[in-house]
């Protein structure tokens, strides 16, 4: 069983490990996440899409040819989708610094429907494109990020992260994109990332032992059917 | 020799009004003082109140806004929850009694009631029930989202230099026990009407006098100097409780408005802006209001806009008022909501 990855810069990691493990992904990094969320970032074009911006324009035709498709709608295996799914980003400071998202925290209290609604919305042009992927009658797999805060300068709000999981997590389920969730093995009883999931090289990517791990979980729902 | 012999022909009504194009009546306001873009503008009020804040944007002046929503907020999402419209999210206020109480919850001259509605598991703030349409998750959050846009309206205040506050009404509804005035009905937005808790209030003039009195000496005390334009939202009431039909209750009860605001702008910082005239008067054959004959056309708000802006020395917009027409009441008017208890004709 193959898969096509459509993904962020977590990609990276995914296609490494899945080629040091002979599995078959296809496809793979697109495009950084914050290029992958907003309205707009794609046109819809005949049982395919196209990218507005070039770069990822490019990745996406090569990604195609590499797994023996002309357009997506000729893709005959699941896909593994994480646009939308950059969550460190969607929490960033310079969204959210300033404001409460709990009740009893210092700082100008956001309601949860503002919350979600303004998390929805940085979001919505990637569930439009997990949308898109049902409608072409394909199977769609996707996954959270592992639970990492950046570093300076994007500088990841932990609790609007949290918030951001539950709603990325029910936006794409929405979508009819199957969501593969991997908090129960991944995150300590404190609900923090277990260390020998990070990658060493930066805060926010996984390790090789977290994409190994969420690359079976992948492979076991797309067997599982 | 008589005292109108040296008037000029803007004091007659012929030649001020009757013989000239409706819409080159004017000018009908002179500001008292200079507003120019640095001057930091505040808007609270009715719903006539959010075009000032929108066109004070919009001309590039200096809007207050001290509760913005995250940036990444959609416009929709943002007019829906109540961000935007005003410079804290108190969402329509039509009384000067409901002014005077986010001002002394502000000042803490009066201490923060602890009053909410519920509606299916829900909880509604009944002092701005339009802002969060369908409710808060808990009692802890609607009493948060409060205490920030209490702090917001302080700091509003603290950094205002002109306040527009537009009067919409002077019918309301109020807790029995603690004299709280509401903005709209219980059981409207949520909770159910209780006779024996909740009375309906007609404001008489001298009582609208004398919280328009304690609004601007209050202000006065929190930022003295801080100048106040008073306008009175044109639009008809969508509904009355008073018994009266409500053409008649619309015009008394703007009448009432209309003399406070006029006694009001005889203080040194209160002038009154007469958008209520432009849109009401004779000459203009409701030609400002939508098909409703109750909201304001976007054509009507930018002539208006214009005047007011005009009479600050700027250009007219060539176009105004051309988005779209409501053909029903104001969506993001809370008195709306009343409109979908009407029988249906």
């Known amino acids: 069983m193959s898969l096509f990855l459509l993904g962020d810069s977590n990609a990276h990691t995914l296609v490494k490990v899945a080629a040091e493990q002979g599995w078959p992904v296809y496809g793979g990094h697109i495009a950084p996440g914050r290029f992958l969320n907003a309205a707009g ?34 893709i005959a295996m699941p896909v593994l989708c994480l646009f939308g799914m950059n969550l460190h980003y969607q929490a960033r400071a310079e969204v959210w610094d300033g404001f409460a998202i709990a009740p009893d925290e210092p700082g100008r209290f956001l309601s949860a429907a503002t919350v979600q609604a303004t998390l929805r919305a940085q979001i919505a ?61 991944s995150l300590d009883p404190d609900g923090e990332l277990k260390p020998e999931f990070a990658s060493q090289a930066d805060s926010v990517h996984g390790s090789d032992a977290f994409c190994h791990r969420l690359l079976e979980d992948v492979f076991a729902a797309v067997r599982a059917g | 020799m008589n005292p109108y012999e040296s008037l000029p022909a803007t004091a007659f009504w012929r030649t001020a009004v009757a013989s000239r194009p409706p819409l080159e009546v004017g000018p009908l306001w002179q500001p008292k003082w200079p507003i120019d873009r640095d001057t930091r503008i505040a808007a609270f009020g009715s719903c006539f ?34 961000y935007d419209l005003f410079s804290a999210r108190i969402g329509n206020i039509y009384t000067p009694r409901q002014l005077l109480q986010w001002l002394q919850w502000a000042s803490g001259e009066r201490p923060v009631p602890d009053h909410f509605w519920t509606r299916d598991g829900r909880t509604h703030d009944p002092v701005r029930p339009g802002v969060e349409p ?24 603290a950094q205002t230099d002109l306040l527009v506050f537009t009067l919409g009404l002077t019918e309301a509804w109020r807790d029995r026990a603690s004299g709280l005035e509401y903005p709209i009905a219980p059981g409207v937005f949520a ?155």
């Open chain 1, 41 to 74: 970032f794609f046109t819809v074009d005949d049982g395919d899409v196209r990218f507005h911006r070039p770069e990822s324009e490019v990745k996406y035709r090569a990604a195609l040819a590499g797994a023996g498709a002309a357009r997506l709608a000729d």
């Open chain 2, 191 to 345: 909770d159910s009407f209780d006779p024996a808790r909740d009375a309906f209030h007609e404001h008489r003039l001298a009582e609208v006098l004398d919280d328009l009195t304690a609004v601007l000496d209050l202000l006065q005390r929190l930022r003295p100097g801080m100048k106040i334009l008073l306008t009175i939202a044109p639009g008809p009431m969508i509904a009355t409780a008073s018994g009266q039909h409500v053409l008649v209750a619309t015009s008394g009860c703007k009448a009432i408005l209309r003399a406070a605001a006029g006694e009001m702008a005889r203080r040194p910082e209160c002038d009154y802006f007469p958008s209520y005239e432009m849109a009401t008067s004779p000459p203009y054959r409701a030609m400002f209001f939508a098909p409703n004959l109750r909201d304001i056309s976007a054509f009507g708000v930018g002539v208006v806009m214009n005047t007011f802006f005009g009479a600050l020395g700027l250009d007219a917009e060539t176009a105004p008022g051309t988005g779209p027409q409501p053909a029903t009441a104001d969506p993001e008017c809370d008195e709306a909501e009343l409109e979908t208890f009407a029988p249906q004709p």
């Open chain 2, 134 to 157: 369908d409710g808060f998750a808990s009692h802890a959050e609607a009493e948060a989202s409060r205490r920030t846009t209490i702090a917001s309206v302080a700091q509003a205040l």
């Open chain 2, 49 to 82: 109140a959010r075009n000032f804040g929108r066109a004070v944007r919009t001309r590039g002046f200096t809007f207050v806004d001290a509760e913005p929503a995250p940036a990444t907020l959609p416009e929709a999402d943002r007019r829906r929850l109540g």
């Open chain 1, 125 to 185: 042009g990637a569930i439009a494109f997990h949308g898109h992927l049902a409608a072409l009658g394909l199977r769609v797999f996707s996954a959270l990020p592992p639970r990492r805060c950046a570093a300076p300068p994007i500088s990841t709000r932990r609790d609007v992260l949290l918030r951001a999981e539950d709603v990325a997590a029910e936006e794409i389920a929405a979508a009819g994109t199957r969501f593969i969730d991997h908090r129960p093995w």
